[in-house]
C-alpha cells in the first residue's frame, strides 16, 4: 500500500499520517486530538492515471486538505486552516473556498515550470478573502463572467459577492417567499452549467424557521433553477447535484446513494451505496469523487442510512470514496479516523500533479512574497493633467 507523507502541513496541523492495507484493516489509535490518514494501495497510481489531484474541506475542524503525488510516487497532503471550511471550486490555477464568514480567492504563484519547495508544482496563496458574514456558505462555483456564485443557505438563495453590502442575492426557489436568516429549506448544493447555476438541491421545501429538519427522510428536492420547475422531490437530504455531459448526478445522502436523476422526468437510479452520509462530490473522468463523514451523535435518526448501514453490518466512515460511475464500483479511498469526523466538499484539480497551500494568519504567509518584476518597466506612470 502506498504510504502518505505529511509535507508543509499547516501550523497546529492535528494529523498523523498512516497507512491501512485494506478497508476494513484495524488502524492504529491515533493521539487524542488528532486524526490518522490512510489511502488504498492504488491511490497515487489512480491520481496518475487520471492527471489529477484533489481537494476537500472540514468545517467541522475548519480545514483544507490538498492531496497530490510526490516525485517519488507516494501520496502528499498539504493542511491549512480556515475557519469553517466548506465549499470548493477550482478553475484554471484559482481555488475559491467558502468559509464562516468569507469566500477566499487563493491563486497559484508559481510561473509554469517553477517549483515549490522543489516538490509542489502549484503553490496556493490567499489573495482576497470577500467578507459575507455568517449566512452559512454551502457549495459555490464561477460562472462564466467570472463572478463566484455561492449558495447562501442562511438566507435560502443563491448570490454573488457585493463590494458594498454582504452579498447581492441573484435567485430564491419559487417556493421561498422573502429572504430572511431563517434557513428555511436547507438550500446546500449547485450544479454549474454553460456558466450559469443549473440546478440546486434543499432538504424539503419548507417555507418556515429551520422547518426542514422535520423533513430530513422525506421531500428533499432539486430544483432548475432557470424555470423554478422541481425535478423531483423523492430524495432524502440530497446535496451537490452535478451536470457532466448531459446527465444529472446527485447525492441522496439520507440513504447513502450517489445517484442519476433523468432532468425531464425526475426518474433516479442508484449508482453506489457509500458507508457514511455523503456531503461533497466532484466529477472527473468518469469518476464520482466524494465525501463521506460518520453521524455526529452516534446514529443517523430518521434516516434510512442507518438501517443500510445495520443491514450491511458496517460502520461509518470519515474520509473520500472513489466511485466508477460506469459500474459503481468503489475503486480508491482516504481513510480518516481520529479527531476529524465530518467533511464536506471535495473538488478535482485536474493537471495539477502535487499541490500545496498557505494558511491564513501563518508564518509563511507573511513571508510568501512575489511580484513580477518585468512589469516595473513595462507599465506606463500616469501622466500629470
Given at each position: 500500500?502506498?504510504?502518505?507523507?505529511?509535507?508543509?502541513?499547516?501550523n497546529?496541523?492535528?494529523?498523523?499520517?498512516?497507512?491501512?492495507?485494506?478497508?476494513?484493516?484495524?488502524?492504529?489509535?491515533?493521539?487524542?486530538?488528532?486524526?490518522?490518514?490512510?489511502?488504498?494501495?492504488?491511490?497515487?497510481?489512480?491520481l496518475?492515471?487520471?492527471?489529477?489531484?484533489?481537494?476537500?474541506?472540514?468545517?467541522?475542524?475548519?480545514?483544507?486538505?490538498?492531496?497530490?503525488?510526490?516525485?517519488?510516487?507516494?501520496?502528499?497532503?498539504?493542511?491549512?486552516?480556515?475557519?469553517?471550511?466548506?465549499?470548493?471550486?477550482?478553475?484554471?490555477?484559482?481555488?475559491?473556498?467558502?468559509?464562516?464568514?468569507?469566500?477566499?480567492?487563493?491563486?497559484n504563484?508559481?510561473?509554469?515550470?517553477?517549483r515549490?519547495?522543489?516538490?509542489f508544482?502549484?503553490?496556493?496563496?490567499?489573495?482576497?478573502?470577500?467578507?459575507?458574514g455568517?449566512?452559512?456558505?454551502?457549495e459555490?462555483g464561477?460562472?462564466?463572467d467570472?463572478?463566484?456564485?455561492?449558495?447562501?443557505?442562511?438566507?435560502?438563495?443563491?448570490?454573488?459577492?457585493?463590494?458594498?453590502?454582504?452579498?447581492?442575492?441573484?435567485?430564491k426557489?419559487?417556493?421561498?417567499?422573502?429572504?430572511?436568516?431563517?434557513?428555511?429549506?436547507?438550500?446546500?448544493?449547485?450544479?454549474?452549467?454553460?456558466?450559469?447555476?443549473?440546478?440546486?438541491?434543499?432538504?424539503?421545501?419548507?417555507?418556515?424557521l429551520?422547518?426542514?429538519r422535520?423533513?430530513?427522510?422525506e421531500?428533499?428536492?432539486?430544483?432548475?433553477?432557470?424555470?423554478?420547475?422541481?425535478?423531483?422531490?423523492?430524495?432524502?437530504?440530497?446535496?451537490?447535484?452535478?451536470?457532466?455531459?448531459?446527465?444529472?448526478?446527485?447525492?441522496?445522502?439520507g440513504?447513502?446513494?450517489?445517484i442519476?436523476?433523468?432532468?425531464?422526468?425526475?426518474?433516479?437510479?442508484?449508482?453506489?451505496?457509500?458507508?457514511?452520509?455523503?456531503?461533497g462530490?466532484?466529477?472527473?473522468?468518469?469518476?464520482?469523487?466524494?465525501?463521506?463523514?460518520?453521524?455526529?451523535?452516534?446514529?443517523?435518526?430518521?434516516?434510512?442510512?442507518?438501517?443500510?448501514?445495520?443491514?450491511?453490518?458496517?460502520?461509518?466512515?470519515?474520509?473520500?470514496l472513489?466511485?466508477?460511475?460506469?459500474?459503481?464500483?468503489?475503486?480508491?479511498?482516504?481513510?480518516?479516523?481520529?479527531?476529524?469526523?465530518?467533511?464536506?466538499?471535495?473538488?478535482?484539480?485536474?493537471?495539477?500533479?502535487?499541490?500545496?497551500?498557505?494558511?491564513?494568519?501563518?508564518?509563511?504567509?507573511?513571508?510568501?512574497?512575489?511580484?513580477?518584476?518585468?512589469?516595473?518597466?513595462?507599465?506606463?506612470?500616469?501622466?500629470?493633467?
Amino acid at each position: 500500500m502506498a504510504k502518505a507523507e505529511k509535507k508543509a502541513a499547516g501550523n497546529d496541523a492535528p494529523v498523523n499520517m498512516g497507512a491501512a492495507s485494506a478497508p476494513d484493516a484495524a488502524l492504529p489509535a491515533p493521539a487524542p486530538g488528532t486524526s490518522q490518514i490512510s489511502v488504498s494501495r492504488g491511490l497515487s497510481a489512480w491520481l496518475a492515471t487520471h492527471r489529477t489531484s484533489l481537494a476537500f474541506s472540514s468545517y467541522q475542524t475548519g480545514q483544507l486538505f490538498l492531496v497530490g503525488r510526490q516525485p517519488n510516487g507516494t501520496v502528499s497532503f498539504n493542511q491549512q486552516n480556515f475557519s469553517r471550511a466548506m465549499g470548493l471550486s477550482w478553475s484554471h490555477g484559482r481555488l475559491y473556498l467558502g468559509s464562516l464568514c468569507q469566500v477566499w480567492r487563493l491563486e497559484n504563484m508559481l510561473r509554469p515550470g517553477e517549483r515549490g519547495n522543489d516538490t509542489f508544482d502549484v503553490v496556493l496563496v490567499p489573495r482576497n478573502a470577500q467578507t459575507t458574514g455568517d449566512i452559512d456558505i454551502h457549495e459555490l462555483g464561477v460562472d462564466g463572467d467570472g463572478r463566484v456564485v455561492f449558495v447562501n443557505t442562511k438566507y435560502s438563495c443563491l448570490c454573488t459577492p457585493d463590494l458594498t453590502h454582504s452579498f447581492k442575492p441573484i435567485w430564491k426557489p419559487p417556493f421561498i417567499s422573502k429572504l430572511a436568516p431563517e434557513d428555511r429549506c436547507h438550500l446546500n448544493g449547485m450544479a454549474m452549467t454553460d456558466g450559469r447555476p443549473a440546478y440546486v438541491t434543499a432538504v424539503s421545501r419548507s417555507d418556515v424557521l429551520t422547518g426542514w429538519r422535520e423533513r430530513r427522510h422525506e421531500g428533499g428536492v432539486i430544483v432548475e433553477v432557470q424555470t423554478g420547475r422541481i425535478v423531483t422531490d423523492q430524495l432524502s437530504m440530497p446535496h451537490s447535484p452535478r451536470a457532466v455531459n448531459g446527465r444529472l448526478y446527485a447525492l441522496d445522502s439520507g440513504r447513502g446513494q450517489i445517484i442519476e436523476v433523468d432532468p425531464r422526468t425526475g426518474e433516479k437510479r442508484d449508482i453506489a451505496f457509500c458507508p457514511g452520509f455523503l456531503r461533497g462530490m466532484t466529477i472527473h473522468d468518469g469518476h464520482a469523487i466524494v465525501t463521506v463523514s460518520k453521524p455526529r451523535d452516534g446514529t443517523f435518526k430518521h434516516l434510512s442510512l442507518d438501517g443500510e448501514l445495520k443491514a450491511r453490518d458496517a460502520e461509518a466512515w470519515c474520509g473520500l470514496l472513489i466511485v466508477d460511475l460506469t459500474n459503481g464500483n468503489l475503486v480508491e479511498w482516504i481513510r480518516l479516523e481520529g479527531h476529524i469526523t465530518e467533511l464536506f466538499d471535495v473538488t478535482a484539480m485536474p493537471g495539477v500533479v502535487c499541490p500545496m497551500a498557505v494558511g491564513p494568519d501563518t508564518p509563511e504567509m507573511r513571508g510568501t512574497i512575489s511580484f513580477d518584476a518585468a512589469l516595473l518597466d513595462s507599465t506606463p506612470l500616469p501622466q500629470a493633467a
